[in-house]
């Protein structure tokens, strides 16, 4: 048993790394190819153009990309990713510190997200025409289709007005909600077709037909089977929202890694921007981690050969 | 796969100790948790809550001037003179000053018994440290351009521990105004450094706040990245206010880094912040307005801005994107354009009427700078037409566009910046002026950094662009035409034009006369020929209109930034802030 | 329920095909003293008598804050197919503002159908597009397994975490100054398609490696089907998902093209777009003072809930017992 597990272990853990590298070095050579770099600003600001050259040299700018891709290369195989030339500071002690106020942020938001969305998604699957149901799929769409910037000042409007939410800066509650409510309504939807679905299957039918109660087919038998679809895109929906989700992040003021990217694009810190795709990355990875063991503790048969 | 009972139970352990760290953080309010709660209540100053935009990268801001380090800058250094909101220089760390009969050698006196807010004294060392940081290669050129005359340094002298004399290379107008830009840093501690060449690496983020030693009304208590910044009333600062009582009033300034706007003015109408990072924008201010009559905030208007966007052509010899279509850098070209402009709609449109029509880059905001007897291009669509007919540009086919002599259509592109509102409506109502004159406008917007690199390598037709002034004096980048922000034809070695070398002789002029009347007479001709000239086209000055809580007393706002926090220490708060 | 959802559609798809004909104004008519201003009302009693349906001109009384009045001195009778378009009233007595003016005192409703045809197309194109790649893939991961499945899945991973903006930067900057309408729809529907189709593969791969599993997929499998057939075999069972993948995709890529308008590539002015209107709209005061700016919103969330109910289905409840 132990020895599958660590084998399992080893195996996630060795793609996971390819993944961190190929997309972390990709990020590297598609900001470098961009327009602008860490000097663009200086020029913005009148700087003269021997202070620049002097900046660029020290950078490195103007070296081959190859010899630049390199040079981030082999900072990365020491876990050095480099400086950010915008903050001043070395990029791992950023996207760690940024990586952990996401984390709690993100965290809080899943948990909401998946209590919520997953079990509301399987009642309104299996009882389409009930009147909860028929509040709530309209409720879960308007959540879908609101720009998630309206949603979040929206909120905050309503924070603000009643006084119900904290608006101060620690408070996680409110950005907790406007993250995880969108995300629950995406879950709730997919969970439901998938509900839907499970509830045509010929065993089912079977068995409803053999007299099992309709509930206990519902919760036990269907639900097992809707969650695959589910935990399919789970991977990607924790990935996500462990790399930090900007709108929510920049209305609610909370210092996570959206901001850090979008901080880092605007001042064109490509070292700032690979750094924050090794963390998109690892994110990822971990969600992928965390989707395949709930799909072994949920569905035990799933032979799946990876 | 294994599907051992004991994945199962390290994800239901994982789970738990999940759930219990979200529980724990939600119900303390998160790690995040706002410190200044625990005001001191016995004394009477009170703390200001202010929020802000951006982070620093560095409390030096001589070796990163931007906004948020010169905000930092200001809060906790000090300079030895300032401009104060009428334009006229008020002694900070220097207390008289007198110059010598030819302008050129000023002999200045520090305040007796100032110091910094470790307890040392400020002494005419740490001025000349100063200085010389300032002029120091590595520590950026924009402060060091500031003490510059003619491209040769100021020198400063010390005659003891509180006079020196500082001497310019050769006459100068601005005079000691020059060093309101200066802070005057601690040579205790910084010295060591530039000597060693890494003045960057010392008051980095990480810094210990205890570190940043400054002469300044606050000291910096606590940073905690992408979230607060926090200052304690420095008990060493010289500052008293006429009867005696020593300032600053407040006991500190709890500072919350928001990067969005919007945030921000919620954050104002909830009474949660008192002050913000700037002014606010024409949109809001019918919201601001309900807040301001429900007795929550009082709005100033601090006049005209002075930062008027430019509409500049790429006057560039030899540029490549107007070969096939010579038009485009005709100067009846650009003067139809301008005539073609109804400003007084922009005004009334995208601003409500909370701006004025601007002709050339100087506004009143500017004060004795502003002439208002130029020469202006009235909105007048039939000397548009008739200054495009003149260049050979008519309507050959009909279809409402002009064309030129062979047929091909007006049509021009101008590059914009994405994410200003007014900006970028701005610029939509002038593509719609345009059209109904037959002028084809494609508007580009483009993010930030994609802007400088199509600038540098030329490739565009006219750019709509503005720089943040950083003072109401005349700025040599812009209208020398060596000067980097010489839009239209930036960083020449030598003048393309004659007026342009005109007006580098003027500039020149006024900067070393020392009469400040003859100075504004000199530069009135250079606006005159910039009207008559026209290379650049500008629309409207906005006016700055700045809110602060009703809890603020003493807030001056002024045009230049930051508006409210520039003179932090006359701010107060009624009651004390209870 | 099903035939409302249907009329929904069928209203937008033909008011967005003939925008022009129901709008009083063209989308870039920028109205002067109209910024913000509120939606025209249409009154019936004029004092104490009936009329046929009827407006006032609105007249600004507040520039700075907002403020407009009906002028209630004369009735503006509504002129109906003149001047090409539905309904209308004369130039002299003011815009007609259904949905009321953005802030440059343009026509909402005008720009709202308008946009509609390109921003909703290129949302739909991109959704489309994503999916019919997403769907490819994803059974073929889940079908095959082994190193085509890792190798499919690695590929989507890795195009989920890159980080797009830049992608977008790079493609714009390598792109000519002025763009064409049709070359920036087609760009975005590109874009949407690439950066849509791994949701869409991950949960259509997890579908088709269960279905295979299934009793008559081993029987079509030793029957000797090839992959191909096998394939359309197994893809049906991800119908159900796909609907709803389209229901969640189309939102979010209209939400996108707001995003990389601002990066530069999204449809210049003075072309409506819904991505533009939104962005817009997203700040406290219009979302206080100038509620009106959010229809694109609202009609996304009905065009939303329509398609949500044609593409679900009816829902078979098989949870209760049948005889």
């Known amino acids: 048993m132990t020895g599958s597990l660590l084998s399992f272990l080893a195996r996630r853990t060795m793609a996971a790394l390819v993944l961190v590298v190929v997309v972390s070095t990709s990020a590297y050579v598609i900001a470098r190819l961009a327009p602008g770099d860490e000097t663009t600003a200086d020029f913005v600001a009148g700087v003269d153009a021997e202070t620049i050259a002097i900046k660029r040299e020290r950078l490195g700018l103007d070296d081959p990309l190859p010899v630049q891709v390199g040079r981030w290369f082999a900072g990365l195989i020491r876990l050095d990713l480099g400086e950010s030339s915008y903050f001043q500071r070395p990029v791992s002690a950023l996207v760690v510190e940024r990586g952990i106020n996401t984390a709690q942020l993100a965290a809080t938001a899943l948990v909401l997200a998946t209590l919520i969305g997953v079990p509301i998604g399987v009642f309104t699957g299996a009882y389409p025409r009930h009147i909860v149901s028929r509040m709530v799929v309209p409720l879960s769409l308007a959540l879908v289709a609101c720009p998630p910037l309206v949603a979040a000042l929206g909120l905050m409007l309503f924070a603000v007005s009643t006084g119900a939410l904290s608006i101060a800066p620690g408070a996680v509650v409110l950005p907790a909600i406007a993250l995880g409510l969108p995300v629950a309504a995406i879950l709730e939807r997919l969970q439901s077709q998938a509900t839907a679905d499970a509830m045509l299957a010929p065993d089912l039918v079977a068995a409803a037909a053999r007299g099992i109660p309709p509930s206990r087919l519902v919760w036990r038998h269907a639900a097992r089977q809707s969650l695959r679809p589910v935990l399919g895109v789970y991977g990607i929906v924790v990935g996500s929202l462990f790399s930090g989700s900007l709108a929510v992040e920049l209305v609610t003021s909370w210092p996570g890694l959206g901001r850090l990217l979008y901080d880092a694009v605007l001042a064109s810190d490509v070292t700032l921007v690979a750094g924050c795709a090794v963390a998109g990355a690892v994110c990822l990875a971990v969600g992928n981690l965390l989707t395949d063991v709930l799909r072994v503790m949920v569905d035990p048969r799933a032979a799946e050969s990876n | 796969m294994p599907s051992s009972r004991l994945v199962r139970l390290a994800l239901v352990g994982l789970l738990l100790a999940v759930v219990g760290w979200i529980g724990w953080s939600a119900w303390s309010g998160g790690t995040t948790q706002d410190s200044g709660d625990a005001a001191d209540a016995r004394t009477s100053g009170g703390r200001l809550k202010a929020t802000y935009q951006t982070e620093p990268t560095n409390f030096l801001r001589l070796v990163a001037p931007t906004a948020a380090n010169q905000m930092v800058s200001l809060l906790t250094q000090s300079t030895l003179v300032r401009l104060n909101a009428a334009g006229e220089l008020e002694p900070r760390l220097a207390s008289t000053w007198t110059s010598s009969e030819d302008g050129l050698t000023w002999t200045m006196t520090l305040r007796p018994g100032a110091k910094f807010s470790d307890g040392s004294p400020v002494t005419t060392a740490d001025v000349a440290f100063s200085v010389r940081a300032a002029l120091a290669d590595k520590a950026g050129s924009a402060a060091a351009g500031d003490l510059r005359v003619g491209g040769q340094p100021v020198t400063v002298q010390a005659l003891d521990d509180a006079r020196f004399t500082l001497t310019f290379p050769s006459p100068h107008g601005a005079g000691i105004a020059i060093l309101e830009s200066l802070p005057i840093l601690p040579r205790h501690k910084l010295e060591a450094a530039l000597d060693a060449g890494n003045l960057a690496a010392v008051w980095v983020p990480s810094v210990a706040p205890s570190d940043v030693v400054g002469a300044g009304p606050f000291m910096l208590k606590d940073y905690v990245p992408g979230q607060r910044l926090v200052f304690d009333r420095n008990p060493h600062f010289y500052g008293r206010d006429d009867a005696g009582v020593a300032l600053p009033y407040l006991d500190g300034i709890d500072m919350t880094i928001v990067p969005e706007y919007n945030t921000e003015l919620l954050r104002l109408q909830a009474g949660e912040t008192d002050v913000i990072t700037d002014r606010l924008l024409a949109d809001d201010l019918a919201v601001m307005r309900q807040s301001e009559a429900a007795g929550r905030v009082q709005l100033t208007d601090a006049g005209p801005t002075l930062d008027v966007w430019t509409l500049w052509f790429n006057l560039k010899p030899g540029v490549t994107s107007a070969e096939g279509r010579p038009w485009l850098v005709a100067p009846e070209f650009r003067r139809a354009i301008s005539h073609a402009i109804n400003r007084q709609t922009i005004v009334d449109t995208v601003y409500l009427g909370q701006a004025i029509p601007a002709y050339g880059p100087v506004t009143p905001g500017h004060g004795a700078w502003y002439v208002p007897t130029l020469p202006i291009t009235e909105f007048d669509q039939g000397r548009a037409r008739t200054l495009l007919t003149s260049i050979g540009l008519t309507d050959r086919d009909g279809d409402g566009v002009l064309d030129d002599e062979s047929g091909k259509p007006v049509r021009f592109s101008i590059i914009t910046r994405s994410g200003q509102p007014d900006r970028e409506k701005t610029i939509t109502v002038v593509q719609e002026q345009l059209r109904q004159v037959g002028i084809a406008v494609d508007l580009v917007p483009l993010a930030a950094p994609e802007i400088p690199s199509r600038y540098a390598a030329g490739e565009f037709d006219a750019i709509y662009f503005g720089a943040r002034q950083t003072s109401r004096e005349p700025g040599a980048g812009f209208w020398r035409s060596s000067g980097p922000f010489h839009f239209w034809n930036p960083g020449q070695l030598t003048p393309a034009t004659p007026w342009e070398e005109r007006i580098d002789m003027l500039f020149q002029q006024q900067a070393a006369t020392m009469n400040p009347a003859e100075r504004h007479r000199i530069f009135a001709e250079a606006q005159q020929i910039l009207a008559e ?46 | 329920m099903q035939r409302l959802a249907w009329a929904i559609v069928g209203l937008m798809t033909c008011g967005a095909l003939a925008a022009p004909g129901i709008s009083p104004h063209a989308p870039h008519e920028q109205f002067s003293d109209r910024s913000y201003a509120p939606p025209t009302r249409v009154h019936l009693r004029h004092g104490d008598t009936w009329h046929a349906p009827f407006v006032y001109r609105q007249v600004l009384v507040d520039r700075v804050n907002r403020q407009f009045a009906d002028d209630t001195s004369h009735r503006v009778p509504l002129r109906w197919f003149r001047g090409g378009t539905l309904v209308s009233v004369n130039a002299e007595d003011g815009p007609l503002l259904w949905l009321g003016a953005d802030g440059l005192g343009r026509d909402v409703w005008s720009r709202l159908w308008h946009g509609a045809r390109l921003s909703l197309g290129v949302a739909f194109a991109g959704a489309i597009g994503a999916l019919l790649v997403g769907t490819l893939l994803g059974a073929m991961a889940g079908a095959a397994r082994g190193l085509t499945d890792t190798g499919i899945t690695a590929v989507a991973d890795f195009v989920v975490v890159l980080p797009a903006v830049y992608l977008v930067l790079v493609l714009r900057s390598a792109m000519p100054l002025v763009l064409d309408t049709p070359v920036i729809f087609l760009v975005l529907t590109l874009l949407f398609a690439l950066a849509g189709w791994p949701h869409v593969a991950r949960g259509v791969r997890a579908i088709v490696a269960t279905e295979r599993q299934r009793d008559y997929a081993e029987a079509a499998r030793a029957a000797g089907a090839g992959r191909l057939r096998l394939l359309g075999h197994l893809v049906p069972a991800s119908y159900g998902f796909l609907r709803t993948e389209l229901v969640l995709l189309v939102p979010a890529l209209l939400v996108a093209e707001s995003t990389i308008s601002f990066l530069g590539l999204g449809f210049p002015e003075p072309v409506p777009s819904w991505g533009l209107m939104l962005r817009a709209a997203s700040s406290v005061s219009a979302m206080q003072t100038a509620p009106w700016m959010l229809s694109p919103a609202v009609f996304l969330f009905v065009g939303v809930l329509a398609l949500q109910q044609l593409a679900g289905g009816a829902g078979v409840d098989t949870a209760t017992p049948r005889r």
Do not use: H
């Open chain 2, 533 to 578: 000239q026209l290379p650049a086209l500008w629309l409207v000055a906005p006016r700055v209109i700045v809110p602060v809580s009703r809890r603020v007393r003493g807030a001056t706002p002024i045009v230049l930034f930051p508006p409210v926090l520039w003179n932090a220490e006359r701010l107060s708060l009624v009651d004390g802030g209870r």
